[in-house]
């Protein structure tokens, strides 16, 4: 028989082991604190959360996720704990609930494993609040207890462990935020569904073996799965571009390519026995050859993560288990008397140097495989995924579609810093751009002064919206520029020159706040008419084409008011085709405190210089990004900027 | 090498997907091809149906939500968990196929899978333990045909298939390993009883085995 608490309600626990039961609408991230006598949380090490899961006697989740199972064992949390506070609170993040009056009342439960449960209680009541003590173990007269809290902070979760008297509860507050999010800004958004379990696999096989290529159908073996599919249809599968106005009619079925697609048809030729297979682009999945090389690359990104990942795993292992064998050879007594104890030291030595020259070489084997496939998939990549130096620039035409993706740059690792991944992101931008332009831990960047590296910010920026009007059909997208103090001009000349800005940059507060205002009303309007499902409501002039906002010099030129226009457009924009493009120096916003601290996660943060601050989605491995150069002396840059404003005046005529 | 041999007789009748050895625990098969050289990539297949419970409502069944995790193992220190919440081990080698959170028609076929390249397996690894947990803590006494096999996932053969016994007070299994043995590698039907919701539980039920 359930009891079902109200707020304040205690009841007796006839178990120690005990799971709470957590299931909220909304992704939650829950944690748990362990309180003295007098109810005080020591320190942060008293205090379970998805950064620091678990402590004697209890673990909580890794992640925000809107169903929990939390595991206590009350006796095994130390004996000086008296208390263990159960509480919830929501992540922060673009999209997601900032109050629990906004989402449905959280239930938990609580009982023992294997059993009924032996209390409920559904935390009601709360409204601005964005963290709540749901629950309380409490020790009474040797027996643990149990109560219904239900106390909320609008302060959030930093608000919620000041209360419980736990000193700098902000820094555990932000390493909350950091683990459930892990670095949005950080991150390269969601991989493609893989569709072939290991892509290199029949590669590796055949080397070895001496197998024949790999077989399209892998037999029988793939039906001896159960009948229901075992991961679902990806959310974020591939979908065909948006249909827009004046481009041919796209016959496809908006939904189909969730499902398995077809084979690649490039026809891999069987490697010689004992050599690996030749490469060839487009080797993946796909319905076209761009969504074939879409995915290509991604498998070469996942595929240099993962086997990098192997290589310093086993080299890591290589090295603790030498120090540990120096260690024995030392204390050993017999290796006190002179000579003895080198035999033991030399044999630790060679087993390290043979375990870590057979992961070199199983990092080298993969690293040539993937070298020759970057050999021959770079020449293949259409304009949107090139390197400014690929010839297909100069053979570049306005397009008549939209493509998937768009290169940011280039992605590399310091174990062959030459083989470089290209960062392709999802069009249309899922989430704005910022652009560092802060002195940050870059070796890159310390060596330039400051007025260079914000030259240069600026200059990358330029070239990413000169990359993005080219590969959108003519017409399609259009670039703001808000430049505050004019200080961008030069920057900002390939883009002037070409007449690609329908207005010169904004400059001046009067000119920022005209420029966001209009954006905004158009964010608004556009939301409306979808929200009404009235798309046919809106003003005949309204600009239909995809929106970029460059700013520069953030928040020079900023008052209030606009700094929350442009939160506004930064979490709304998105969705309805409205996009930032920050040039800043965190720093110089830095008297805005934390309220602009969403603003910049929300974003993608790239550099001018070489850094390595992203993350990928597998291993979370560091990165090195590259911003795309334009080859020295090269007029690529404006040739293709040339292309497009005349393919912009016929398509206006 | 005679239990390779075995495997070898033994999968050349069978058409692909039928049974394989059944393994009794703590036997050992190598994992070699039929023409010499070794497998490349192995399914470590699980499959278990609810019981029915006896009582009032004779027939009903329960849900219940086995996990297969694969633990890695370098000289006996575990390195990574492929488990439902980490699908892929950091190095790519060890999938899962994703989570069954109430068990098939038990027809036979696998509910969860684990599929292991060998080739890919970091150097340093050695073991590769396979475990199964009831995470709805329900025992195996409510579990029936519960299986575990493995199957060559280059042809689909099953090479080994060993069954657990059904009805004890025990919430976990530890199934089977799979280590390096020369230039290739083995399975051992392990077969142990633990109890543990999750892998963590069973770590020290796991270490015996290494």
Known sequence: MTAELVRGQNHPLPHTRLDIRVSAGKPVVAAAMLGDEAGRVQGAEWVAHPAQPALPGIEVSRQATADHLLAVDLNAVPASVHRVTVLLALPMGPGRPVRFGAVAAPFVSVGPPDGDEVVSYTVTGLDTESAVVALEFYRRQGAWKVRAVGQGYAGGLAACLTDQGLDRAGEVAAVVQEAVEPGLSRTLGTPPPRTTEVRHNA???????????????????SGTTSGADPQPSDPAAPQPPAQTHGGPINYAHPRRQSTAPPPPPPAVPPAEPGRPPVPVAGDATGWSMEERLYNQVWGMFEDLARTTAAYRSAVDFADSRLDQELDRALSDPRGRLAGAGDPAREAAR??????????????????????????????????????????????????????????????HLPERSDLRIPMLVRLPLERGLWVDSGRSTSEAAVTLDEARLRALAMDTAVAHAARLLAVYPAGEFTVHVIDPAGSAARSLAPLMRSGLLDEPPAAGAQGVSAVLAKLTQRVDLVQM?????????????????????????????????????????????????????????????????????????????ITPVPDDHLADPWVQHAWTYEPPAVPEGSDVLGQVLAKVAEARRTWRR | ME??????????????????????????????????????????????????????????TREIDLDASAVLFADKQPVDVVFFRHLVSDDGSVRH???????????????????????????????????????????????????????????????????????????AQIMAKVHRAGSGWQMTALGNSANGRTFQDLMPSILPHL
């Open chain 1, 350 to 411: 060679a087993k390290h140097e043979e375990l870590t020259g057979r992961a070199r070489e199983a990092l080298d084997r993969d690293l040539a495989q993937l070298t020759a496939e970057s050999e021959v998939v770079e020449p293949a990549l259409p304009p949107a995924f090139a390197r400014w130096d690929s010839p297909v620039w100069h053979g570049y035409r306005v397009p008549m579609e939209i493509p998937m993706a768009l290169r940011l740059g280039d992605l």
């Open chain 2, 97 to 171: 196929t994703g989570d069954n959170l109430v068990g098939g028609a038990g027809q036979g076929g696998d509910d969860e899978a684990i599929l292991v390249d060998l080739q890919r397996v970091p150097v340093h690894i050695d073991q590769i333990v396979f475990t199964v947990n009831s995470f709805t803590g329900q025992t195996f006494q409510e579990v029936q045909n519960a299986f575990c096999r493995i199957v060559d996932e280059t042809n689909g053969e099953e090479l080994a298939r060993y069954t657990l016994d059904g009805g004890g007070q025990y919430t």
């Open chain 1, 203 to 221: 590669a590796a096989a055949a080397a070895t073996a001496g197998d024949p290529g790999p077989s399209p159908d892998p037999g029988p073996a």
């Open chain 2, 3 to 60: 239990r390779g041999q075995r495997v070898v007789d033994v999968s050349k009748g069978n058409a692909p997907g039928g049974p394989g050895v059944n393994l009794t625990k703590g036997q050992a098969i190598s994992l070699e091809k039929k023409g010499g050289g070794t497998l490349t990539a192995v399914r470590m297949g699980l499959g278990w149906q609810a019981a029915p419970r006896r009582g009032l409502f004779g027939s009903r």
């Open chain 1, 529 to 605: 008419a979808v929200r009404g499902g009235a798309a046919d409501a809106l003003p005949p002039d309204l600009d239909t084409a995809q929106q970029l906002l460059i700013v520069n010099d953030f928040p020079h030129g900023f008052d209030d008011r606009a700094v929350t226009q442009l939160r506004y457009l930064a979490d709304e924009g998105p969705a309805v085709g409205v996009h930032l493009l920050m040039v800043a120096d965190r720093e110089d916003a830095s008297a805005y405190g934390p309220v602009l601290d969403p603003l910049w996660r929300s974003l993608l943060r």
